[in-house]
Each structure stands twice: as C-alpha cells, then as structure tokens.
C-alpha cells in the first residue's frame, strides 16, 4: 500500500474517543448517573435525560462520519464541518441541564450532583478533543500545501 493510501490514525483516535463520550452522554443519564424516577409528574432531569440521549447520539453519528472520511482520506473541509456539528451539540449538552431544562433545583439530588457534572466534563471533554483534532489536522493540511 503506498503512503498516500494509508488513513492517518490520528483523526480516527480522536472521532473514536467522541464518539465514545457521545455514546456515554447519550447513556449516561439512563445509567449510572441516572436521573430521578419518574412519578406521576416527570420533573425536569426527565426531560433533560431525554433530550441527552438525542444529543449524545448525534455526537457518536457525526464522529463516526469522521471516522468515515478518514478512512477514505477524504478532505479536511469534512472534518471541519463535522468537527463544528460535534461542538454545537457538545454546547447543547452543556446547556440542556444548566440553563434551557435543568435537573432538580435541590442539590442532594442525586440529578443534580452526578447526572449533570458528569455531562458537563464529558461535553468538555469533547470540546477539547475536537479542538486539538481539528488543529492538528489544519497543522497537517498547510504541511502538506507548503510541500
């Protein structure tokens, strides 16, 4: 196999670990970090946790295109385009339990002393991976023009 048909592995590790933490997001409030029972009322964290799961998959589904395009070698205007979907949903992810649902105003709720600083990190954590992906592939994209 010639050196230009190879997919660099770099881009791959980074959509793998997103889509690992959309994955998580996505199942997080279902799970271990799980949100409140519901009753006769569903209380915000419900909803919350309802409108992760949307969030969380559409990170892994966008990240798996990512990992698509690498594979292929395909070009970095991609990359950037999914890179931005990531980061909007990750913003989302941020902001459905801190400011447009919410989860449980008392903080001995198990919702809002796990359910949501366990989504917030992991939206992090995927701000920053795809910050560093992106950059590392802008740095490889002008090595390879100025060549």
């Known amino acids: ?11 791959i590790i980074f959509a793998a670990v ?20 519901v009753t006769e009322k569903p209380m915000k ?3 919350t946790a309802r409108a992760e799961i949307f969030l969380g998959i559409s990170i892994a589904v966008f990240a798996a295109l990512q990992i698509v395009f690498a594979l292929k070698n395909l070009n970095i205007q991609a990359n950037i385009a999914f890179s931005l979907a990531i980061v909007v949903n990750a913003i ?3 902001l459905v339990p801190s400011a447009l649902i919410g989860v449980c105003a008392k903080p001995i709720m198990h919702c809002h002393s796990v359910t949501k600083p366990v989504l917030i990190v992991a939206a992090i954590l995927i701000i920053l991976a795809v910050a560093l992906q992106t950059a590392l592939a802008l740095v490889q994209s002008s090595k390879k023009t100025g060549d």
Do not use: D, H, R, Y
């Open 1 to 11: 196999m010639s050196k230009e048909l190879k997919p660099n592995l770099q881009p």
């Open 18 to 37: 997103t889509a690992v933490l959309g994955i998580l997001i996505a199942v997080a409030p279902q799970t271990f970090a799980s949100v409140c029972k």
């Open 45 to 47: 964290c419900f909803w």
């Open 92 to 94: 989302g992810v941020i």
